[in-house]
């Protein structure tokens, strides 16, 4: 148990709605990231926020957003969806934004219809 | 912008063989990082590297870091069906703040 939770662990939807992904960090981390796992591939970053600020912005389409709130969880909003939206999206916490381990949370799998 | 490429993209080893995985940077890294997927799971982290020409060990698996801090490289020796899974490199470019990313993953897949 990394100390990450994540929700939901599943989601099916349709195309065109919108969904919200949930991140817990560890205790004490003060930043997270987002990553994007599509079916077999590797790890696309998203976006990293730290106590609050977005510290990085990797290739996140203009339909996602995300944002950390004042007790460091963060939510991760996907909207307009497409069938390529369908992945595995992980959430990270370390305890500080520029360096240190990662510690990922189980991922939200959504699958879109 | 950061490239992070890692060789091979699948192996398939027989039980007890060695493996090697190599990971390359398109920029100077300040570090070095190694995570494991199991099949279905997420990624672990394993190991960081900070120096140049770093080498740490970890029971049978080896971790080095390039000496001109843009390529790494994890070797495990001899095998186990419990290596299994994707493993990935993940670097920080040099220069102030800068995003975590992954490299490409390497999947081994070990044959008893």
């Known amino acids: 148990d990394s100390g990450v939770t994540q929700t939901p662990k599943h989601l099916i939807t349709a195309t065109g709605q919108r969904v919200t992904l949930r991140c817990s960090p560890r205790s004490g981390d003060l930043s997270v990231y987002w990553y994007q796992q599509s079916l077999d591939q590797g790890l696309q970053f998203l976006i990293q926020y730290y106590n609050g600020e977005e510290r990085a912005k990797g290739n996140i389409l203009e339909r996602f957003s995300a944002q950390q709130f004042p007790d460091l969880h963060s939510e991760l909003n996907l909207s307009s969806l497409e069938l390529g939206d369908s992945a595995l999206y992980f959430c990270?916490?370390?305890?500080?934004?520029?360096?240190?381990?990662?510690?990922f949370g189980e991922g939200s799998r959504l699958t879109v219809l | 912008g950061q490239q992070v490429m890692q060789i091979p993209q699948y192996q398939h080893v027989q039980e007890g063989e060695d493996f090697t995985t190599y990971c390359n940077s398109s920029t100077t890294l300040s570090n070095i990082q190694w995570y494991k997927q199991r099949p279905g799971g997420h990624p672990v982290f394993l190991i960081q590297?900070?120096?140049?020409?770093e080498v740490k060990k970890q029971k049978r698996l080896t971790f080095q870091f390039g000496e001109a801090k843009k390529n790494s490289s994890l070797h495990i020796t001899a095998t186990q069906t419990t290596d299994v899974g994707t493993y990935f490199c993940a670097g920080r470019r040099s220069g102030g703040y800068q995003k975590v990313t992954f490299g490409t993953g390497t999947k081994l897949q070990v044959i008893p």
């Open positions: 990270a916490s370390s305890v500080e934004g520029a360096s240190g381990e990662l510690f």
């Open positions: 590297l900070v120096k140049s020409g």
